[in-house]
């Protein structure tokens, strides 16, 4: 499988954006989807996670009520909408999928994408 993240870029503070992370190469559906993000000099980090057939949802305590992830099994696409962004936000976010359970632990997923960078400026 291949996935090829986009939507990243330049955004004020308390902006919004949409990332896409489309997938190609197996049955999308069979695997949970996430989000992390790495900044600069920090260790990547958990930001979402989606089911299988998007039924439940997980989100780091620091994104919940401004981030939503959804998918869409007919486009093999997962997307992290982005609200009221923070400059602590910043980070290149990257996609990924796993299979089996939904989960947050990174060493579970198997497949990642190359990263979109996400700037939020105060």
């Known amino acids: 499988v291949q996935l090829q993240a986009s939507g990243g870029g330049l955004v004020q503070a308390g902006g919004s954006l949409r990332l896409s992370c489309a997938a190609s190469?197996?049955?999308?559906?069979?695997?949970?989807s996430g989000w992390f993000r790495q900044a600069p000099g920090k260790e990547r980090e958990f930001v979402a996670a989606?089911?299988?057939?998007?039924?439940?949802?997980l989100y780091a305590d620091s994104v919940k009520g401004r981030f939503i992830i959804s998918r869409d099994n007919g486009k093999n696409t997962v997307y992290l909408q982005m609200s009221s962004l923070k400059p602590e936000d910043t980070a290149v976010y990257y996609c990924?999928?796993?299979?089996?359970?939904?989960?947050?632990?990174?060493?579970?997923?198997?497949?990642w994408g190359q990263g979109t960078q996400v700037t939020v400026s105060s």
């Open positions: 190469g197996r049955t999308f559906s069979r695997y949970v």
């Open positions: 989606i089911s299988r057939f998007g039924r439940s949802t």
């Open positions: 990924a999928v796993k299979p089996y359970e939904l989960g947050l632990d990174a060493k579970e997923f198997d497949t």
